[in-house]
């Protein structure tokens, strides 16, 4: 079987880096596993037409490319939805004949997109049940649980949690710094807050307990930070206006496999109940009490955060890890060509 992947950001590019040991292989949606399996794999080098990203159909740039490669290839696979619309119309209308799969993070899709897909991966069965109840899937969708590539991470650390470490609060995804930064002001505990640009908080009175860095840190420096993280906190901006999305899920298995406890805020499209499984805490959306609340109970219970960081690590091993959605993904392309 032969594969051509492609994705919202340059696949060619991280695929390099993987295998210069530089970029953990989860952000490869599988494909570094896949030989494995008997499938051949090429990625779609990200961008030829800058003007053909963004439009009603997704990023044309890309698929009008892989459209005139498709005779290679049985499986067109993409790990961003908003790269197959017009793959998957044509698809529909009988004009593309390639297999085509791709990934969801969101229900904002229609009958005609799910029509046009052989198969559709959710990473959560939320939302593969919220799809079910509202289109026609035909047994299209179904759930894989993505996880992180752990021989990238290594091993949990082990630290006295009475002595030493900080709250690590990363990402830039939908982040919401300022309820954060605002939570932890009473805290006399070190924060940081590593983020992009456009992602730093607008406060101007930072407390010298708090830094903010934002500015990019490579893969392996982020993990390490994580491994030696007191806590891991993901406050999320849930948009009111706009379909849920899995807001914060990047971030929250990176915790799991560095075996460090979780505070976040809540996203109820998530199968990984965090509370549920001892590996962390819950906030509402835009609560400051509530973070504060969480933060200074974990500070206070190092015995607690621990064994919340342990389990996660055994989550991360059983069931959230890049091997077993490779695995997954695998056995799902073959039963489809």
């Not at 509402?284 to 206070?300: F, N, R």
Request: glycine share 8%.
């Amino acid at each position: 079987m032969r594969l051509l992947f492609m994705n919202n950001y340059p696949m060619d590019t991280a695929w390099q880096l993987v295998k210069a040991g530089e970029y953990p292989a989860h952000h490869l949606w599988g494909l570094a596993g896949l030989g494995e399996y008997g499938i051949e794999v090429d990625i779609l080098p990200y961008q030829r037409i800058v003007r053909l990203k963004h439009t009603r159909y997704g990023d044309m740039d890309q698929q009008l490319r892989a459209l005139l490669r498709a005779s290679r290839y049985d499986v067109i696979y993409s790990a961003c939805a908003s790269t197959t619309a017009f793959l998957a119309r044509l698809r529909q209308h009988g004009m593309f004949s390639k297999r085509l799969v791709a990934i969801l993070y969101s229900v904002q899709v229609g009958q005609r997109f799910i029509d046009g897909h052989d198969k559709l991966i959710c990473l959560s069965s939320r939302i593969q049940q919220q799809l079910a109840d509202t289109y026609r899937t035909d047994g299209k969708i179904e759930t894989l649980h993505w996880g992180q590539d752990l021989d990238f991470c290594g091993p949990m650390i082990e630290f006295d949690r009475r002595t030493g470490g900080y709250i690590l609060a990363s990402g830039k995804t939908h982040r919401d710094y300022d309820t954060f930064l605002q939570a932890c002001k009473p805290l006399d505990f070190p924060v940081l807050i590593s983020c992009g640009e456009g992602a730093a908080p607008a406060m101007h009175d930072v407390p010298p307990h708090v830094t903010v860095r934002a500015r990019w840190v490579s893969s392996r420096d982020s993990i390490d930070e994580h491994r030696h993280a007191y806590a891991i906190a993901i406050p999320i901006r849930m948009p009111v206006d706009k379909t849920p999305d899995l807001y914060g899920l990047t971030s929250l298995l990176d915790a799991m496999a560095a075996g460090t406890p979780v505070v976040m805020t809540r996203n109820d499209l998530f199968d990984i109940d965090i509370e549920k499984e001892g590996i962390g805490l819950w906030v509402e959306p835009g609560d400051v009490h509530g973070w504060t609340e969480a933060l200074s109970y974990l500070i206070a219970s190092p015995g607690v955060a621990r064994a919340m960081g342990e389990r996660g690590r055994r989550l991360a091993e059983q069931s959230y890890n890049l091997k077993t959605f490779t695995a997954g993904l695998g056995a799902l392309l073959k039963r489809i060509v």
